[in-house]
């Protein structure tokens, strides 16, 4: 995966705020802040409505292109579209982020983003400009968790976000969220991403993700994630649960996937993924008991599930129970290295294997999840 540093991050969060705060006209004396806020009625751009908006209000943005970027500081903001096709934050292609929220209980909906650099929409608690910069090469500083705390509660629905540079909607440090009907296309390294987080009480569902590299990734974000009911299609890898030791929590673990449909993931029309990746279903790197369970895994020319290592991290204990497995190249494959050989997996249902001695029963104490 092409991964962005933490404190790459925060330098061009930074850099973009700066640069906005230096355009800016001397600012006015001080107004009371609104609880609704209409653009382009009330505000010409989506930063001047930022501005107004109280703790708490609503941003609606009626139809038109925004060739900006928002960046919400103020807490429990929603901004709400007022038509999904017609309100377009566009990143013109020299714009990082079309949405950056680093406030609790920030609420976007019903908009669509663009060509953005990096992210389309991204939810993150790390905001401090004081983390320390990197190398530009692949040397990467993760940050300490606890001089940043998450973000918590978030929601991003009714979104539509295509060709943004790397991610289309990306959950970063971030806690008890709603990512749910949202469509991402044309992101190189994944349509939507939910990383390095503990306790995440995160939902992903109903989102729609294809021709991008990767529809869906998961990079150390663990506990009580749940991935129900998408559809990760036309991409050349449909999801990745993967360990990390570029980010804070490894190894990422106990996610569960639940009732999605992965198929057709063989989209040569879409950004190339940076460690090859093609024809995969689910990619497992270092991801440990994961629970997988009652997906349509089809049609994936290389693979329905490949089982992978990250440097010395297994993928472990992880389940897979009441799965369709149809067309694949092989239902199941494990490509672990000898120094971090993959263990007390099982599966059913599946029925090609490379090995075949992948496909063990799982022991009925492992039960599959309730999900509604």
Same mark, same amino acid.
Do not use: K, M, W
């Given at each position: 995966m092409t991964r962005i540093a933490p404190s790459a991050l925060v330098v061009v969060w930074a850099a973009s705020a700066l640069f906005l705060a230096?355009?800016?006209?001397?600012?006015?004396?001080?107004?009371?802040?609104?609880?609704? #806020?209409n653009v382009p009625e009330d505000a010409a751009s989506l930063q001047e409505a930022h501005a107004l908006v109280a703790p708490g209000g609503t941003i609606f943005v009626n139809p038109g292109v925004y060739e900006e970027q928002l960046e919400i500081t103020t807490p429990d903001v929603t901004v709400r579209g007022t038509d999904r096709n017609n309100v377009i934050i566009d990143g013109g292609g020299i714009r990082p982020f079309g949405i950056v929220a680093t406030a609790d209980g920030v609420r976007i909906e019903n908009l669509t983003v663009r060509n953005a650099t990096f992210y389309g929409v991204? #939810?993150?608690?790390?905001?401090?400009?004081? #983390?320390?910069?990197?190398?530009?090469?692949?040397? $990467?500083?993760? @940050?300490?968790?606890? /001089? @940043?705390?998450?973000?918590?509660? @978030?929601?991003? =629905? &009714?979104?539509?976000?295509?060709?943004?540079?790397?991610y289309g909607i990306y959950a970063f440090n971030a806690q008890s969220g709603v990512i749910a009907h949202n469509y991402a296309s044309g992101s190189a390294?994944?349509? @939507? &991403?939910?990383?390095?987080?503990?306790?995440?009480?995160? #939902?992903?569902?109903?989102n729609v993700a294809e021709r991008n590299a990767v529809g869906f990734e998961n990079a150390n974000a663990s506990d009580s994630l749940t991935v129900h009911a998408n559809r990760f299609v036309h991409n050349r890898v449909g999801l990745?649960?993967?360990?990390? $030791?570029? /980010?804070?929590?490894?190894? =990422?673990?106990?996610?569960? !996937?639940?009732?999605?449909? !992965?198929?057709?993931?063989?989209?040569?029309?879409?950004?190339r993924q940076e460690t090859g990746g093609f024809g995969i279903g689910i990619g497992i790197a270092g991801g440990v008991e994961n629970v997988i369970h009652g997906n349509l895994i089809t049609d994936n020319v290389r693979a329905g599930v490949v089982l992978s290592h990250t440097e010395d991290l297994p993928a472990l204990g992880n389940t897979f129970t009441g799965n369709n497995f149809r067309d694949n190249g092989v239902d199941v494959a494990n490509t672990s290295a000898d120094r971090a050989p993959a263990m007390s997996n099982c599966f059913e249902n599946a029925v090609t294997a490379a090995p075949p001695a992948l496909l063990s029963s799982c022991s009925s104490e492992k039960a599959h999840p309730a999900v509604d």
């Open positions: 230096a355009c800016s006209p001397t600012e006015p004396e001080q107004t009371a802040l609104l609880s609704v #806020v991204l #939810v993150t608690g790390l905001s401090d400009a004081n #983390v320390p910069s990197v190398d530009s090469g692949s040397a $990467y500083e993760p @940050f300490d968790p606890e /001089e @940043f705390p998450p973000l918590e509660r @978030f929601s991003i =629905q &009714y979104v539509t976000a295509h060709n943004n540079g790397l390294d994944s349509g @939507f &991403y939910v990383g390095q987080c503990r306790e995440c009480n995160t #939902v992903v569902t109903g990745t649960l993967l360990s990390n $030791y570029q /980010e804070a929590f490894t190894p =990422q673990r106990a996610s569960v !996937i639940a009732g999605n449909v !992965i198929a057709h993931n063989n989209e040569a029309d879409s950004p």
